[in-house]
């Protein structure tokens, strides 16, 4: 997978994993945001084994369905937008 630059840098954390769970990216913020888990070192991994239950479970039916899911989770004083959503390639459903 190739990045755009502008994916790289941007101030959002982006992880994307293929229909599999399997981590195919990550920017420079999810890298920094899981560095104790490995950052980069973790692309090839699951995702799914990143995610305690239950919120594997429902990342896998996601990962099934394709289905958009969007939340807040407060962490640190600090409200972050998790927003999790397919992608597609020409129309092909490729994973989230």
């Known amino acids: ?5 502008w ?3 941007f101030s959002g954390a982006i992880t994307v994993c293929d229909v599999h769970g399997a981590i195919l990216e990550m ?3 999810a890298a920094g945001m899981f560095k104790e888990q490995g950052g980069r070192a973790l692309i ?3 995702v799914l084994d990143c995610h305690p239950e239950p919120a594997r ?4 039916r996601l990962l099934q369905t394709q289905q958009t ?3 807040t989770i407060e962490k640190d004083g600090i409200t972050k937008l998790i ?4 992608w597609y390639a ?3 459903y490729c994973g989230f």
Request: overall charge negative.
């Open 69 to 71: 899911n969007v939340y």
């Open 7 to 9: 994916v790289r840098e």
């Open 44 to 46: 090839g991994s699951n």
């Open 83 to 86: 927003y999790q959503s397919p």
């Open 1 to 5: 997978m190739t990045s755009h630059a």
């Open 27 to 29: 920017n420079d913020r």
């Open 57 to 60: 479970t429902k990342l896998q």
């Open 90 to 92: 020409d129309g092909e």
